[in-house]
């Protein structure tokens, strides 16, 4: 499998799951996961695809060490990249105006309207109204916050 980092190519469509889709590509087994579909991290795999679709996405990489996913897409490059707008929250930030995308038992997934994901720490003791902004990390494209007490 030639390397196309960055490089648009047509995938098929194999499996889908809850947290990533399988896809094709060369006869290789790659994965698409959810957080990789759009940039608002919203849309549902399910909702979007159906098994034997062919669709555009970008190629990532190749996954070393991996006995079963050879490589990874994404679709996000075919949108515009929050992270190159320059418009980012500043560590020690309040955001209000968030909306919780998915939850699991440790965490919330929250996004501002400028389509940016922040790794929310849940608190028992705290409302889920406001956001502290705790860590930028520009390298791995990665806020975290914590709720704050109302």
């Known amino acids: 499998m030639k390397e196309n980092n960055g490089q648009p190519i047509e995938i098929e469509i194999k499996n889908i799951f809850e947290s990533r889709v399988e896809v094709e590509y060369q006869g290789n087994l790659g994965i698409l996961q959810i957080t990789d579909l759009d940039w608002d991290f919203t849309k549902k795999a399910d909702e979007l695809f159906n098994k ?3 669709v555009k996405a970008f190629f990532v990489g190749i996954i070393p060490g991996s006995s079963k996913y050879k490589f990874k897409v994404t679709l996000k ?4 990249d929050p992270w190159q707008i320059g418009n980012l929250p500043k560590v020690g930030d309040i955001v209000t105006d968030f909306k919780i995308a998915h939850s699991t038992a440790a965490r919330d997934y929250v996004i501002t309207p400028e389509h940016l994901m922040i790794y929310v720490q ?3 003791e705290a409302s889920s109204t406001k956001v502290k902004i705790i860590e930028l990390n520009s390298i791995k494209e990665k806020i975290f916050g914590e709720y704050l007490k109302d």
């Open 52 to 54: 034997g679709d062919k």
């Open 77 to 80: 490059d075919t949108k515009l």
């Open 122 to 124: 849940k608190n028992k």
